[in-house]
């Protein structure tokens, strides 16, 4: 079941959400153009290496081996930053593509409901914790965690609570066929952390095995769930005048 579309208005134009969007894919395109071995080498730079974050390797080991093999690319310093570098590299055109599409459909409404500055806030605060998911269950990795999935998990936990009732149209593909259905938002994004529940299972989650980082998602979706309510603009109460007579 794939979602391609929500039926959910929004008031806002979602300048923030178009801009995350252009950002990862001008960054993967810079990664496309970039000659072997050195698009290996700048996910390795900027990508989020549990056991460099955690400081199991030393950040100085990391600078040499990249200096030893040629690269112009220098580490965040301090190496926590990145975490958030990370979430601005993709695997594939696939992992991007999936990326960035369940951030237009669900991350437009919860900007519109936050606004700009705060979404922005939101949206790096969920990758974060979502990174430091993985980085505790994997600590002593050494494969660099990439893409922007944990922070986009936190949008859809976000959305599960503010617009659960929201309408989501999706593609069932069923053997041969393939069919529209349309369902309650709650329904599409819980089904897709149960998912994320089950991957958690598998022996080979804890190293990010298969490539998906599952913990990042289980933890950026608890995160938008849990943070979501303490993100929204207060609204002003209005003034309640007395308006008896004397």
Not at 29 to 57: E, H, M, T
Not at 152 to 164: N, V
Request: net charge positive; proline share 7%.
């Amino acid at each position: 079941m794939i979602p391609f579309r929500d039926e959910n208005p929004t008031r806002r134009f979602p300048i923030v959400v178009l801009a995350i969007i252009a950002a990862n894919v001008l960054v993967f395109l810079y990664q496309l153009i970039l000659p072997d071995p050195r698009g290996a080498l700048f996910v390795y730079a900027y990508g989020a290496i549990p056991a460099l974050v955690v400081g199991s390797i030393g950040r100085g080991d990391l600078v040499r081996e990249l200096a030893a093999s040629g690269a112009p690319f220098t580490p965040p310093d301090p190496i926590w930053l990145s975490i958030f570098t990370s979430m601005f590299l993709h695997g594939g055109l696939l992992h991007l593509g999936a990326n960035m599409l369940y951030l237009w459909i669900f991350g437009n409404n919860v900007e519109d409901a936050l606004g700009h500055v705060r979404f922005l806030i939101f949206y790096s605060l969920c990758g974060a914790i979502a990174a430091g998911a993985q980085i505790l269950v994997s600590i002593h990795s050494s494969v660099p965690m990439i893409g922007a999935s944990g922070a986009i998990a936190g949008i859809l936990g976000a959305y599960y609570i503010k617009f659960p009732h929201a309408r989501v149209r999706c593609l069932v593909f069923l053997f041969f066929f393939v069919t529209v259905v349309t369902l309650p938002a709650s329904l599409v994004l819980l089904l897709w952390f149960l998912f994320q529940i089950l991957n958690s299972l598998k022996p080979a989650a804890i190293d990010g095995g298969g490539g998906v980082a599952v913990f990042a998602h289980i933890g950026g979706f608890l995160a938008g769930w849990a943070l979501i309510r303490r993100f929204e603009p207060r609204r002003r109460r209005p003034i309640l005048v007395d308006w008896r007579r004397r």
